[in-house]
């Protein structure tokens, strides 16, 4: 069971990563706009569009990554002290009333909204000839699914720590590292370069 657990949430890490690197491309999209715009004195109508485009994918496929990292807001302030079970159990309530619903309706919803973009060839009302917004409207039940997926599978961990009273392992993932660890990782004293040694 802890193999399949492991495989979706590496499934949502990896789509989560490769959709993270829209963020380069959009930094540099909007960074040749504005020199196009400033320097050049010749903006691109379909840049704005693009934009808007890049940053939703991002921002819609990372939602499984983030739930594989269990990084979505909650009330920690009070769910932190209660014990593996309880935090189990509320979890595991909150994901049948509102999270599998929640996602089920994001899921037939954007896909009808998709496929009603698809058929009439829709593209983009904001500028002239804008581009075509239905690759970007599939995004929605594609992130959707794999939000739904990555549910099940902590459903599945919650189901576990009840049976267990402990919180199943999860993949570990990048982490935010401090001065103080930095500078134990690279063995470096703390003086300032060039001081006194």
């Not at 002239?128 to 594609?142: D, R």
Request: glycine share 8%; net charge negative; hydrophobic share 50%.
């Amino acid at each position: 069971m802890q193999n399949v657990l492991f495989f979706v949430d590496r499934v949502s890490s990896w789509v989560g990563r490769a959709f993270s690197w829209l963020i380069v491309a959009l930094t540099f999209l909007i960074t040749w706009e504005v020199f196009a715009r400033y320097v050049l004195n010749s903006p691109n109508p379909w840049a704005f569009d693009l934009m808007i485009m890049a940053y939703g994918a991002s921002f819609m496929m990372a939602g499984a990554y983030t739930l594989a990292k269990s990084g979505h807001v909650r009330g920690d302030v009070l769910y932190g002290f209660f014990p593996p079970r309880l935090q189990a159990g509320l979890d595991l309530l909150l994901y049948f009333v509102f999270f599998i619903p929640g996602v089920v309706a994001l899921v037939w919803a954007g896909y009808t909204y998709a496929a009603e973009s698809m058929a009439i060839n829709e593209h983009s009302t904001l500028t002239a000839n804008g581009p075509p917004l239905y690759p970007f409207k599939m995004v929605i039940p594609i992130s959707g699914a794999l939000l739904l997926l990555q549910g099940l599978a902590e459903i599945v961990r919650c189901i576990v720590c009840l049976r267990d009273g402990a919180w199943p392992p999860r993949e570990p993932d990048v982490e935010e590292v401090d001065v103080d660890q930095l500078r134990e990782m690279v063995s470096v004293s703390g003086k300032l370069p060039g001081g006194p040694r």
